[in-house]
């Protein structure tokens, strides 16, 4: 058993671009140069590689490709549809629903609406952070605009159940946008089943490059104006203006086009990861409790607070792993912390808790590896812990 160090355990963060993509990329970063608005051969041919690329990306959602649009990641996908959206029907309302936790590319993009005259709810969840249906129906008003909701949490897996929620607003006539990051690969997502306004999504949490990602906006549903938030040459229906950024796009498509034949190849994958360390950890260890739902969740996602181990002493002492404290987004302590205090954690439970993230190219042996070490460093820190206690009440 041969494994090579350090091990990438933190793939809600970011993911390895898969080889194949890389491949069908390369020529565009090379000979196949052209602007995709071109009217000659080299634009031709780039206009036929983006419009290809749409069209896997559009089949792994069950959408049209007229209904994808291209940004540079799920952070300018939910700024589009928050702030564009806000801009385009102030005269309709100013009130936006969504919760507490959210990635921070939406909540933060609300917290500017709510400092330019709209009133955003936060909805607090449940313990397992999911947000209940009931409370986003209980909180619509008659100025409600939009209802905005993450479908898969980045820091604890949690999934929401999209499906009621969306379908409800759709019922009420009110937009409702979800942030579809993290659900993407590893959950089915069918946005005519799902029936979502807007969802946003992004390449680098599925095997692709980053700095690129899409908007979709439903076509089928509601009709609804959207303001553009960057302006020129009337790119992206005029909803997204810049010269496209060719090879990423190439590679987004790619990405989406693998998920589209392996999605349930890449779940069990993760399922079987996921129940091999949660398993050795509970049954080696005391005091150890998994955040977020059982059932309600994606499986590349561990969540777990460890009874009396800093998690910065955690990672300290195993650089070989990587793995993560918290939302690889966000600096300072208290932003990084929101989604768990939310779920309630109190200040020492969210300094001893910690993320793994399960990828594609992650290996049984590798678990099995990164496993044995937590726990020995656990046990580890923990005794070093009471010799200390025992020695001060000696
Ligand atoms: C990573 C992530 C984002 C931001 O995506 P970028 O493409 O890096 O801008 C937004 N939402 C969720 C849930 C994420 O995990």
């Given at each position: 058993?041969?494994?090579?160090?350090?091990?990438?355990?933190?793939?809600?963060?970011?993911?390895?671009?898969?080889?194949?993509?890389?491949?069908?990329?390369?020529?565009?970063?090379?000979?196949?140069?052209?602007?995709?608005?071109?009217?000659?051969?080299?634009?031709?041919?780039?206009?036929?590689?983006?419009?290809?690329?749409?069209?896997?990306?559009?089949?792994?959602?069950?959408?049209?490709?007229?209904?994808?649009?291209?940004?540079?990641?799920?952070?300018?996908?939910?700024?589009?549809?928050?702030?564009?959206?806000?801009?385009?029907?102030?005269?309709?309302?100013?009130?936006?629903?969504?919760?507490?936790?959210?990635?921070?590319?939406?909540?933060?993009?609300?917290?500017?609406?709510?400092?330019?005259?709209?009133?955003?709810?936060?909805?607090?969840?449940?313990?397992?952070?999911?947000?209940?249906?009931?409370?986003?129906?209980?909180?619509?008003?008659?100025?409600?605009?939009?209802?905005?909701?993450?479908?898969?949490?980045?820091?604890i897996?949690?999934?929401?159940?999209?499906?009621?929620?969306?379908?409800?607003?759709?019922?009420?006539?009110?937009?409702?946008?979800?942030?579809?990051?993290?659900?993407?690969?590893?959950?089915?997502?069918?946005?005519?089943?799902?029936?979502?306004?807007?969802?946003?999504?992004?390449?680098?949490?599925?095997?692709?490059?980053?700095?690129?990602?899409?908007?979709?906006?439903?076509?089928?549903?509601?009709?609804?104006?959207?303001?553009?938030?960057?302006?020129?040459?009337?790119?992206?229906?005029?909803?997204?203006?810049?010269?496209?950024?060719?090879?990423?796009?190439?590679?987004?498509?790619?990405?989406?086009?693998?998920?589209?034949?392996?999605?349930?190849?890449?779940?069990?994958?993760?399922?079987?990861?996921?129940?091999?360390m949660l398993?050795?950890l509970i049954?080696?260890l005391?005091?150890i409790k998994l955040n977020g739902?059982?059932?309600?969740?994606?499986?590349?996602?561990l969540n777990l607070t460890v009874?009396?181990?800093?998690v910065?002493?955690?990672?300290?002492?195993?650089?070989?792993?990587?793995f993560?404290?918290?939302?690889?987004?966000?600096?300072?302590?208290?932003?990084?912390?929101?989604?768990?205090?939310?779920?309630?954690?109190?200040?020492?439970?969210?300094?001893s808790t910690f993320r793994i993230?399960?990828?594609?190219?992650?290996?049984?042996?590798?678990?099995?590896?990164?496993?044995?070490?937590l726990?020995?460093?656990?046990?580890?820190?923990?005794?070093?812990?009471?010799?200390?206690?025992?020695?001060?009440?000696?």
């Open positions: 058993m041969s494994i090579k160090l350090p091990i990438y355990l933190d793939n809600n963060a970011t993911t390895q671009i898969d080889p194949r993509v890389v491949d069908v990329m390369m020529p565009y970063l090379t000979e196949k140069y052209g602007n995709y608005s071109s009217k000659h051969k080299f634009g031709y041919e780039a206009h036929s590689a983006v419009e290809l690329a749409r069209e896997h990306i559009a089949k792994l959602i069950n959408s049209n490709p007229d209904e994808i649009i291209f940004t540079s990641g799920a952070t300018e996908s939910i700024n589009l549809a928050h702030i564009g959206f806000a801009v385009a029907n102030q005269n309709k309302g100013k009130h936006i629903i969504s919760s507490l936790v959210e990635h921070s590319a939406s909540y933060e993009s609300l917290l500017f609406l709510s400092k330019v005259g709209f009133e955003i709810t936060f909805l607090k969840p449940d313990e397992t952070g999911r947000i209940h249906p009931e409370d986003v129906i209980s909180n619509i008003r008659k100025d409600t605009i939009l209802v905005s909701l993450i479908f898969a949490n980045n820091e897996g949690t999934v929401n159940d999209i499906k009621t929620i969306s379908n409800f607003c759709l019922n009420e006539k009110i937009i409702f946008h979800t942030d579809a990051t993290q659900a993407i690969g590893k959950i089915k997502v069918d946005v005519r089943e799902l029936n979502p306004t807007m969802m946003s999504f992004t390449s680098h949490k599925i095997y692709g490059p980053k700095g690129i990602g899409a908007l979709f906006i439903n076509k089928k549903s509601l009709k609804f104006n959207l303001s553009p938030l960057i302006f020129g040459g009337s790119q992206e229906n005029s909803l997204r203006s810049g010269t496209l950024n060719v090879p990423a796009i190439v590679g987004f498509g790619k990405a989406c086009n693998i998920l589209s034949n392996e999605l349930d190849e890449d779940i069990s994958h993760y399922k079987s990861l996921n129940e091999f398993k050795y049954s080696h005391d005091e739902s059982k059932t309600h969740r994606i499986f590349n996602n009874k009396d181990v800093l910065q002493d955690l990672m300290r002492k195993i650089p070989d792993l990587a993560s404290t918290g939302s690889a987004c966000s600096s300072e302590n208290l932003k990084k912390n929101r989604i768990l205090k939310a779920l309630g954690l109190t200040d020492e439970e969210i300094d993230g399960f990828g594609r190219f992650n290996t049984i042996d590798e678990i099995k590896y990164a496993s044995e070490k726990v020995q460093t656990i046990l580890n820190i923990r005794s070093k812990k009471s010799e200390k206690i025992n020695k001060i009440t000696v």
